[in-house]
Every structure is written in structure tokens, then in C-alpha cells.
């Protein structure tokens, strides 16, 4: 007796030990994906940024991105002309504070941005970019990869966009690193960490 209840105690143990076979998650399609990180308007990303403008001009910065709505809040630190800038962008207003405490506004704001990073930044699209989506209001290029179901590369407003890394999400992949290059600017991000 005891020898048939010490076999069948064994047999239970290696029948525990015994796992399911990992079943890897099935990604969004990317239209379900691309609608809902065009629809998020709630997050927050902490990196780095390089650019590179034409006339040599180039700056390097960590970068705090807080999306609220349709406010964004953009914090770039370091050598951006003198210290750094915070530039909140509501729409078509922007605002800009440099680390001297200047604050401007409009197209006060646009052309000193412009003259501190060398280009025209696209504001209101790098919310999307930024996300690995196009922004909604514009024709795209799109080069999707199917197994990830999550951009690759993408062409908007005269900007190619690509998407070399991305960082693994609980509920949705984000990108790790972009670089946009439009001409003779190039724009390199580097994602250290996304909220949520």
C-alpha cells in the first residue's frame, strides 16, 4: 500500500513539472494598433535627442516629453543654444521658456525654436512620430513589419521616419530609438523610458 501511494505521489509530482507549451501573444493588427496610439493623448517618455541641421549646426539634449490632451510639454536639457528650453504646444499656440527665463510666444516662439535647433521643428506631428503612428491629418508611406504588426519606416510631410528598435510593452511595443532625416536634417531619439 504504501509503495502505491509513494508511486502515485511521484507520478503527481512529474505530472506537475510538466508545462504548457508558451504560446507567444498574437500583436494587434497594425490598424487596431495605429488607431489606438493616434487616440492616446495621455503619455510621457523621458530620452535623448541628437540633430543635425544644415550649416554644421547640431545639438544634443535629454529630452522629457509629457502629452496631456493636446497639450504637449517638451523639455529639452543641455547644450540647446544656452542651458535648455521647455516648449508647450496647445494646438497651433506654443510657448517657449529658455533656461535665461525668457518666455515667448506664437511666431515669437517658432523662430527662436527655429534658430536654436537650426530647422523648423514639425510640432504637431512629432506627437504622433514620436508614438511610432503617423499623424492622423496627413498622407503616409507606411512599411509595416507583419510579424510585429509596427512600423518599420514611415514617410510624412517630407520626413522619412525609421524605427530601428522598440521597446517591449506590456500591452503595446513603443519605440526605442527613431531617426528622421528630412534633406540634410536628421533627428535622432533615443527612448530611455515610456509612461504608462
Known amino acids: 500500500m504504501i509503495r502505491l501511494i509513494l508511486a502515485f505521489t511521484v ?9 504548457a507549451p508558451v504560446r507567444e501573444a498574437v500583436p494587434m493588427p497594425w490598424p487596431e494598433r495605429r488607431a489606438a496610439l493616434q487616440a492616446d493623448d495621455a503619455f510621457a517618455l523621458n530620452g535623448r535627442v541628437a540633430i543635425s541641421a544644415p550649416g554644421g549646426s547640431g545639438v544634443n539634449a535629454t529630452l522629457r516629453w509629457q502629452q496631456e490632451g493636446d497639450l504637449s510639454r517638451v523639455s529639452l536639457d543641455g547644450p540647446l543654444g544656452i542651458g535648455g528650453a521647455q516648449v508647450e504646444l496647445r494646438g497651433d499656440h506654443l510657448e517657449l ?15 527662436e525654436l ?3 535647433v537650426g530647422f523648423a521643428l514639425p510640432l504637431v506631428a512629432l506627437r504622433y512620430w514620436v508614438r511610432g503612428v503617423p499623424a492622423p491629418a ?6 509595416v513589419d507583419e510579424t510585429h504588426q ?3 519606416r514611415l514617410v510624412q510631410d517630407g520626413w522619412a521616419i525609421d524605427y ?12 526605442r530609438r527613431l531617426s528622421a532625416r528630412r534633406g540634410e536634417t536628421r533627428v535622432q531619439l533615443v527612448v530611455d523610458r515610456w509612461t504608462p
Not at 11 to 19: E, I, Q, T
Not at 97 to 107: A, F, I, M, P, Y
Open 97 to 111: 521658456r529658455t533656461s535665461r527665463g525668457e518666455e515667448l510666444q506664437g511666431d515669437a516662439a517658432r523662430a
Open 150 to 152: 509596427r512600423l518599420t
Open 138 to 143: 496627413e498622407a503616409a508611406e507606411e512599411v
Open 164 to 175: 530601428p528598435a522598440y521597446l517591449d510593452g506590456a500591452t503595446i511595443d513603443l519605440p
Open 114 to 116: 527655429e534658430r536654436r
Open 11 to 19: 507520478a503527481a509530482l512529474a505530472a506537475a513539472c510538466v508545462s
